[in-house]
């Protein structure tokens, strides 16, 4: 009777430890005697037909041949790759938003060939094998800091540690208002602030800021126009949105009366636009004191001064207004 022949091992690759099963393909397996993978004998074996046998890996490492014995003979060979385990030594960054999405790179050893990246017992969303020492992984969703792991048919690696960040949190930016030019230095307050990498008004980055603590960051606003919801982006993500408002600055129309004596206290009405937020009135350099009506209307009562005449503004949270001129009149003299 011809001796074994053997076609092929399937899998033919494995993990050092052994003990994983593989099917020998070929013919003339009747009352095989030995299996064996280089110089080791097979944990075990069983001819399933004269064509297949099912066998359970010894441990060993790199290549081996593959050989069956029958009283026939010997077979040819067949080579076995025993796949060391692969290892991980770094995951960069290492830490991101709960929602997942962020694309990290795991740095280790033996990759080639990795089926599965887990984060904590939750698959990678998607993974690239770029070498035997680095795959490229997206996040899946997650919370905490979980353990990280490759496996390729060398086995499962040890675990490197990712760290889910909650998104930030804003509760308030004070002032909430402020000229359209920008400028205007605000508080924003709420929680997870720390790493903050971005300020934004509306969709313009703030033109600087500052973060003071986890639950507050000093920023400069940046020129704009109407009502802007503000966010912060972290590592964790980017946060829920407070408003801020552009405010235009004031204009003044008219005063009436035109005129009024050099003593205090006259009664003078300024018409315009943005009045709304008026902070000082000033007749000179001198200030009045004010009632806001409107946003388009203030009464004002003229302070003492000179006969002449006098430029009168508004200075309201969005700057300062143009000028419009009162005259004093002496009082009459016998």
Same mark, same amino acid.
């Given at each position: 009777?011809?001796?074994?022949?053997?076609?092929?091992?399937?899998?033919?690759?494995?993990?050092?430890?052994?003990?994983?099963?593989?099917?020998?393909?070929?013919?003339?397996?009747?009352?095989?005697?030995?299996?064996?993978?280089?110089?080791?004998?097979?944990?075990?074996?069983?001819?399933?037909?004269?064509?297949?046998?099912?066998?359970?890996?010894?441990?060993?490492?790199?290549?081996?041949?593959?050989?069956?014995?029958?009283?026939?003979?010997?077979?040819?060979?067949?080579?076995?790759?025993?796949?060391?385990?692969?290892?991980?030594?770094?995951?960069?960054?290492?830490?991101?938003?709960?929602?997942?999405? +962020?694309? &990290?790179?795991?740095? %280790? =050893? $033996?990759?080639?060939?990795? @089926?599965?990246?887990?984060? *904590?017992? !939750?698959?990678? /969303?998607?993974?690239?094998?770029?070498?035997?020492?680095?795959?490229?992984?997206?996040?899946?969703?997650?919370?905490?800091?979980?353990?990280?792991?490759?496996?390729?048919?060398?086995?499962?690696?040890?675990?490197?540690?990712?760290?889910?960040?909650?998104?930030?949190?804003?509760?308030?930016?004070?002032?909430?208002?402020?000229?359209?030019?920008?400028?205007?230095?605000?508080?924003?307050?709420?929680?997870?602030?720390?790493?903050?990498?971005?300020?934004?008004?509306?969709?313009?980055?703030?033109?600087?800021?500052?973060?003071?603590?986890?639950?507050?960051? +000093?920023? &400069?606003?940046?020129? %704009? =126009? $109407?009502?802007?919801?503000? @966010?912060?982006?972290?590592? *964790?993500? !980017?946060?829920? /949105?407070?408003?801020?408002?552009?405010?235009?600055?004031?204009?003044?129309?008219?005063?009436?009366?035109?005129?009024?004596?050099?003593?205090?206290?006259?009664?003078?009405?300024?018409?315009?636009?943005?009045?709304?937020?008026?902070?000082?009135?000033?007749?000179?350099?001198?200030?009045?004191?004010?009632?806001?009506?409107?946003?388009?209307?203030?009464?004002?009562?003229?302070?003492?001064?000179?006969?002449?005449?006098?430029?009168?503004?508004?200075?309201?949270?969005?700057?300062?207004?143009?000028?419009?001129?009162?005259?004093?009149?002496?009082?009459?003299?016998?």
């Amino acid at each position: 009777m011809a001796p074994p022949v053997l076609t092929s091992v399937v899998p033919n690759t494995g993990p050092v430890a052994g003990t994983n099963p593989v099917t020998l393909n070929g013919s003339q397996f009747t009352g095989a005697t030995a299996v064996t993978f280089g110089s080791a004998a097979a944990l075990s074996y069983t001819v399933t037909t004269p064509s297949a046998i099912s066998a359970t890996v010894p441990p060993g490492t790199g290549t081996v041949n593959v050989t069956v014995r029958t009283p026939s003979g010997l077979s040819n060979t067949v080579t076995y790759t025993y796949a060391p385990a692969p290892t991980l030594s770094s995951i960069a960054p290492g830490q991101g938003p709960t929602s997942g999405g +962020t694309t &990290v790179v795991l740095t %280790g =050893t $033996g990759l080639t060939g990795a @089926t599965a990246v887990t984060f *904590g017992s !939750t698959p990678a /969303t998607s993974f690239t094998v770029n070498s035997a020492t680095q795959i490229t992984a997206t996040t899946p969703a997650g919370n905490g800091a979980v353990p990280v792991t490759a496996t390729t048919v060398g086995g499962t690696s040890g675990a490197v540690f990712f760290s889910y960040l909650t998104a930030p949190s804003l509760l308030s930016v004070a002032p909430s208002q402020g000229p359209a030019s920008g400028g205007t230095t605000v508080v924003l307050t709420g929680t997870g602030l720390t790493g903050t990498t971005s300020v934004t008004f509306g969709s313009t980055p703030a033109t600087s800021f500052t973060v003071n603590s986890a639950t507050q960051i +000093t920023a &400069v606003s940046p020129a %704009g =126009t $109407g009502t802007v919801p503000v @966010t912060v982006t972290g590592p *964790g993500g !980017t946060s829920n /949105t407070v408003f801020y408002s552009y405010l235009a600055a004031p204009a003044l129309t008219a005063l009436s009366p035109a005129q009024g004596p050099t003593t205090a206290g006259a009664s003078v009405t300024l018409t315009g636009t943005g009045l709304t937020t008026a902070s000082a009135v000033l007749f000179g350099s001198t200030p009045a004191s004010f009632t806001v009506v409107s946003d388009t209307t203030l009464v004002a009562l003229a302070p003492a001064g000179p006969a002449g005449a006098v430029a009168v503004g508004v200075t309201t949270a969005a700057g300062s207004s143009n000028t419009v001129s009162y005259l004093r009149v002496a009082a009459p003299a016998i």
